[in-house]
């Protein structure tokens, strides 16, 4: 069984998705562990709740490199075959990609590469973008960068407030998460440039 590695900072829906799908045999895969930056994140409290591994290593005043070799020590010794950034909200260094080559993924509520970075919500309304959605994309130490796995799309209503916009595009990332880690476990894909062909 595949082990994953869940990296959050907060709330952990997208953790909790992928869990429920783990557990209703939807998603074929072994949580190995939920680890944190933050101490009181409500995703490693749901971890725990879940008596899966749960790990907090909290990142602050701690160098970029020092972190990542603690991040990485941790996931090796979990022995985790994919990494799942679920809300992590930090950068990773060169050396923890490479400790991880096409091993690490990431969501994001945008469709990349439109509105990377913070609030990717609020900057779709700001920008009034009439459709938008989310990526799930390999991580390369770019910021929103590495190649596009999967993405659902949804539409941008005139009475949208950035939470209800939001609210429609997380039902969407909980869905294409636990797809994207599937395709990429199942190894049936293959990356030609930026593109990723599934076989
Ligand atoms: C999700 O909307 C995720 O796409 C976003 O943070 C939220 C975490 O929610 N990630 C980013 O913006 C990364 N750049 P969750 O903790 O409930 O899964």
Not at 25 to 47: C, P
Not at 101 to 123: E, K, M, Y
Not at 170 to 185: C, G, K, Q, W
């Amino acid at each position: 069984m595949k082990r994953l590695g869940i990296l959050l900072s907060g709330r952990g829906s997208n953790f909790e998705a992928i869990a429920d799908n783990v557990q209703r045999g939807r998603l074929t895969a072994e949580i190995a562990v939920v680890i944190s930056n933050r101490q009181e994140a409500r995703g490693i409290v749901a971890a725990r709740a879940r008596g899966l591994p749960a790990v907090v290593l909290p990142s602050q005043g701690i160098a970029r490199e020092e972190y990542d070799r603690r991040l990485v020590a941790e996931l090796e010794w979990h022995r985790v075959d994919l990494v799942c950034l679920a809300g992590f909200m930090r950068l990773l260094s060169a050396d923890f990609c490479r400790a991880f080559p096409l091993r690490v993924l990431n969501i994001h509520p945008s469709l990349l590469p439109a509105f990377p970075g913070l609030n990717a919500q609020r900057q779709a309304l700001e920008h009034g973008a009439k459709i938008s959605g989310c990526t799930v994309h390999f991580v390369d130490e770019q910021l929103d960068a590495g190649p596009i796995i999967l993405q659902a799309a949804v539409p941008v209503l005139d009475d949208d407030t950035e939470e209800t916009l939001a609210a429609r595009i997380l039902i969407e990332e909980h869905r294409i998460y636990s797809e994207a880690i599937a395709l990429v476990l199942s190894e049936r894909w293959r990356i030609e440039g930026r593109r990723v062909i599934a076989k």
